[in-house]
């Protein structure tokens, strides 16, 4: 996969930056900073091209996922950060997962299927469309949740279920209200606040 990595500080935790649709692996260096200059960071590209633009798996519709593909590159993803945890000397429960859209769509992923890996994640604008069946633990996972109050790609109710299904198994979840599909700088001062 296509990546950038940047050690800012020897042992500092980890900020893996997962990208929106169309970003790349370098669209979230600048939050990263703004958020902890300190943090070193792992950048990756998502490998699914749509109309042109990075993603980091397939849809059939807006909200509409293909399930199938999200599993499976959930999974090459966290292969991957696994490899550059030994590659670059990290602590998987170091990092924090950092997405935008559909790469907190991915990272949610990756939680559910490996719920025992990440202890830390700050998601922009995440939709999960489905209800997990499995029960597991998530009681060493805390999470920020930035979301639209008129997002028009993921709905507040859609967010809202999001929240419990995470609460359910345990997780810490703090929220941050903005008003569309987007970062601003008020994520960054709640992230700084909430790290």
Do not use: C
Request: no cysteine; aromatic share 10%; net charge negative.
């Amino acid at each position: 996969m296509k990546h950038v990595y940047q050690e800012n500080k020897k042992g500092a935790p980890v900020f893996v930056l997962l990208h929106g649709t169309g970003g790349d692996e370098t669209d979230l260096i600048p939050l990263a900073q703004a958020i902890n200059s300190n943090f070193n960071y792992l950048g990756v590209r998502g490998e699914v091209k749509e109309n042109g633009m990075n993603r980091f798996f397939e849809r059939v519709g807006m909200g509409q996922y293909n399930w199938d593909d999200l599993r499976n590159r959930a999974d090459q993803l966290f292969e991957f950060i696994k490899e550059k945890s030994i590659e670059y000397d990290f602590d998987l429960s170091d990092v924090y997962l950092l997405g935008f859209s559909n790469g907190s769509n991915i990272a949610l992923e990756m939680i559910f299927r490996h719920p025992e890996a990440f202890h830390h994640a700050i998601l922009g604008a995440p939709l999960y469309p489905a209800n997990l069946k499995d029960t597991f633990d998530l009681g060493h996972l805390n999470v920020l949740l930035s979301m639209g109050k008129n997002d028009p790609m993921a709905p507040v109710q859609e967010n809202e279920r999001l929240i419990e299904m995470l609460k359910d198994r345990g997780a810490s979840v703090s929220t941050h209200w903005v008003e569309g599909h987007n970062l601003d700088q008020s994520v960054v001062e709640a992230a700084k606040d909430w790290i």
